[in-house]
């Protein structure tokens, strides 16, 4: 007996001292929130942080394991990329305990939520601002204040003037209210750093959404890069596996090299919008020959990286609109299969998944989401165009065939088979129309196959017994598979896409 209990006290002892095996790295599929347009809980028109909670059984009935919330924080303007007070909600959103409430729901629902935060500026009356606009007005140019902006006193290039004054200071937001932060000061890294303490720790957010990186100091990219390490460094040291990613609107080469600072992912900019890569691949003569070169393009340029795809955000047209499918409802499906399938940290702007439209002014990118339920909020200010190409989120819950469904199966599929967006590639067939790759983790191996041509049928001979996991072809017919002489003969309907594994 003494013996057994010797034994079981040092097994005991063995798993408290052996480290924990090494957790697979978790890639979510990302929803993008604009709280103002998204769910408005208490009828006042505006929606808020509450709505969102109300919401959260529907973003994760869709699949979407992760949510980034635009700017929350005080300030005066309807998108709040302005702050005025970093450690307060904004009263249009709700309090400090509704986000609190949010980020316990989510992480009860297994989802991760990260805020975004803009700190290249603050907003002119951010009282940091208004304190030093004072001193240099009452001529006391010593005055401490100072030091959390960047003032001078000849005008230039992104300098704006501080009215009754002979001072300009820095706004890389020409004309927006939104002077530059100093990022050099002492002062200010305590204060960024005291942001990120609290709703990290305190509240429990579990990351960030970095605005306007190249901003930070503009034109000088290894200073963005190592303020980005700083940040980085910062949560790491605050939290361990704190979420960040960054928002570097440049092309790839730039992209790569700001990888270097830590930041866990990076928005792909090249392959959103009318004139990326996913919209210029699905119009291109050999559409499956296009994707597998805008592959290996992003292979070369971020080898061992985690990417950040996306069709749309907030500061671009709607994908409905770039992709011309106002009218295609099979190509507004096929553009989501390219990006959930493509691998990597996917990122969805909310509406997207119900072909919402918008483009030209800010304002229309970010229209009331259409639930169908009488609950949809207020036009965002500015608006000068109203249009809707796809039915509500009622409507479309109804339609098996609907978008909405689509994006649901196609989420669906990220998630049973996560090799998907974790694996590494490997190409098994690449034609002008039908492709096939390999995506392998130490986990598992799978193979997604997808027809890029929209009116043919696509069939292709794979070596070896596969059979069909999962499909979410587009235009309902169904893959048909047959097995013979240790081969497998697979018939893609067009623009379908499925999940093989081998027998
Ligand atoms: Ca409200
Ligand atoms: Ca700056």
């Known amino acids: 007996m003494r013996r057994w209990l010797y034994v079981f006290s040092l097994l005991l002892l063995l798993t408290a001292v052996l480290p924990a095996q090494a957790a697979p790295q978790r890639v979510d599929t990302w929803y993008e929130i604009f709280p103002r347009s998204f769910r408005d809980s208490d009828g006042d028109g505006i929606g808020d942080l509450r709505g969102v909670t109300e919401k959260l059984d529907y973003i994760r009935g869709m699949g979407y394991t992760a949510i980034w919330l635009m700017p929350v924080m005080e300030s005066p303007s309807y998108h709040k990329y302005d702050v005025t007070d970093y450690l307060a909600i904004d009263e249009e959103y709700g309090t400090m305990e509704d986000l609190r409430e949010l980020t316990d729901a989510c992480h009860t629902a297994d989802m991760r939520l990260i805020l975004d935060l803009p700190i290249n500026h603050t907003s002119t009356q951010h009282p940091w601002f208004t304190a030093a606009c004072d001193a240099l007005r009452e001529g006391r140019t010593e005055d401490p204040s100072l030091d959390r902006y960047v003032f001078r006193q000849e005008a230039g290039s992104a300098m704006a003037q501080l009215e009754e004054t002979g001072w300009y200071y820095e706004e890389q937001f020409a004309g927006g209210g939104m002077p530059d932060l100093n990022l050099d000061s002492e002062a200010v890294r305590e204060e960024i750093t005291a942001i990120l303490d609290f709703y990290l720790c305190d509240v429990g957010v579990d990351g960030f959404r970095?605005?306007?990186?190249?901003?930070?100091?503009?034109?000088?990219?290894?200073?963005?890069?190592?303020?980005?390490?700083?940040?980085?460094?910062?949560?790491?040291?605050?939290?361990?596996?704190?979420?960040?990613?960054?928002?570097?609107?440049?092309?790839?080469?730039?992209?790569?090299?700001?990888?270097?600072?830590?930041?866990?992912?990076?928005?792909?900019?090249?392959?959103?919008?009318?004139?990326?890569?996913?919209?210029?691949?699905?119009?291109?003569?050999?559409?499956?020959?296009?994707?597998?070169?805008?592959?290996?393009?992003?292979?070369?340029?971020?080898?061992?990286?985690?990417?950040?795809?996306?069709?749309?955000?907030?500061?671009?047209?709607?994908?409905?609109?770039?992709?011309?499918a106002r009218q295609n409802l099979p190509k507004a499906k096929f553009a989501e299969a390219v990006l959930q399938l493509m691998g990597g940290a996917s990122f969805t702007y909310y509406g997207e998944e119900i072909g919402m439209v918008g483009a030209g002014a800010d304002p229309n990118k970010r229209l009331p989401m259409l639930w169908g339920d009488g609950t949809e909020t207020e036009l965002p200010p500015g608006t000068d165009r109203v249009e809707y190409a796809y039915p509500s989120v009622a409507e479309q819950e109804a339609d098996p065939a609907s978008l909405l469904n689509y994006c649901r199966r196609i989420n669906a599929l990220r998630a049973e088979h996560p090799e998907i967006a974790a694996g590494a590639n490997r190409w098994i067939v690449t034609e002008d129309f039908a492709v096939v790759f390999e995506r392998s983790t130490a986990e598992g191996t799978c193979l997604v196959a997808m027809n890029f041509s929209p009116k043919q049928e696509q069939t292709v001979t794979l070596a070896g017994l596969y059979a069909v996991t999962g499909e979410a072809e587009t235009g309902g017919e169904t893959v048909r598979i047959e097995q013979r002489d240790s081969q497998t003969l697979l018939s893609l309907p067009p623009y379908a896409v499925c999940v093989l594994r081998a027998e």
């Open 210 to 324: 970095l605005d306007a990186v190249t901003s930070y100091y503009a034109g000088d990219k290894d200073k963005n890069i190592a303020f980005l390490a700083w940040l980085k460094e910062t949560c790491e040291a605050l939290k361990p596996g704190s979420f960040l990613v960054g928002e570097c609107w440049k092309g790839l080469g730039d992209i790569a090299d700001y990888y270097a600072s830590g930041v866990d992912t990076f928005f792909l900019f090249p392959v959103s919008q009318a004139e990326g890569s996913i919209c210029q691949t699905l119009r291109a003569r050999k559409p499956g020959a296009a994707f597998v070169t805008m592959m290996d393009k992003l292979y070369d340029a971020l080898p061992d990286r985690l990417w950040a795809p996306f069709l749309a955000n907030h500061d671009t047209g709607r994908a409905i609109g770039s992709l011309q």
